[in-house]
T-cell receptor
């Protein structure tokens, strides 16, 4: 299985942008990069995903390196409600029913008021 | 509201008890999952059902028994558990699109299980 590496924790000030990195040096050509986050006392929630091009949605932006060996989740203006554990995972849509959706330890993001 | 409802939210049971966790999804999805989240460990995939057929059993002990009677409901039957089985049990659903399997997972808020 392709693996991802993320920092254990990060801090950011409220109302500032946050850049959460993820390394996936063994990514295959068919792997999509997915991000989830888990707020305290809740299940994980989907944030964004992409393949090669940068992606934007109402929650965040995803910047993918040209060689696809790393990516960055960008929260444009952090709020206290963004304090959570952020998971970067790889999924291969061609691996029908073998797509195990493995979560690592993620990055715990602390937001300072 | 995530569209995936888990009950109960909290459960305390003895090692000789039998209990069941329930999950219901209101999203029209056709795949459902059980995950286990222990303290300070990553989420562990336990079971996957697609179109009510079990397609993944990730080496889970037989004291955990899943049941998927239809695409909206998923159960996890528990019996003779051990204290180390205490964890947050999370249910998720997604839309399995056959050979284009990439749809996001939608999680419930979990059942916090304590085995005494």
């Amino acid at each position: 299985d392709a693996k991802t590496t993320q920092p254990n924790s990060m801090e950011s000030n409220e109302e500032e942008p946050v850049h959460l990195p993820c390394n996936h040096s063994t990514i295959s050509g068919t792997d999509y990069i997915h991000w989830y986050r888990q707020l305290p006392s809740q299940g994980p929630e989907y944030v964004i995903h992409g393949l090669t091009s940068n992606v934007n949605n109402r929650m965040a932006s995803l910047a993918i390196a040209e060689d696809r060996k790393s990516s960055t989740l960008i929260l444009h203006r952090a709020t206290l409600r963004d304090a959570a554990v952020y998971y970067c995972i790889l999924r291969d849509p061609t691996m029908f029913r073998d797509d195990k959706i493995i979560f690592g330890k993620g990055t715990r993001l602390h937001i300072l008021p | 509201e995530t569209g995936v409802t888990q009950t109960p939210r909290h459960l305390v049971m003895g090692m000789t008890n039998k209990k069941s966790l329930k999950c219901e999804q209101h999203l029209g999805h056709n795949a459902m999952y059980w995950y286990k989240q222990s303290a300070k460990k990553p989420l562990e995939l336990m079971f996957v059902y697609s179109l009510e057929e079990r397609v993944e059993n990730n080496s889970v002990p037989s004291r955990f028994s899943p049941e998927c009677p239809n695409s909206s409901h998923l159960f996890l039957h528990l019996h003779t558990l051990q204290p180390e089985d205490s964890a947050l049990y999370l249910c998720a659903s997604s839309q399995d699109r056959g050979n284009s399997y990439n749809s996001p997972l939608h999680f419930g808020n979990g059942t916090r299980l304590t085995v005494t």
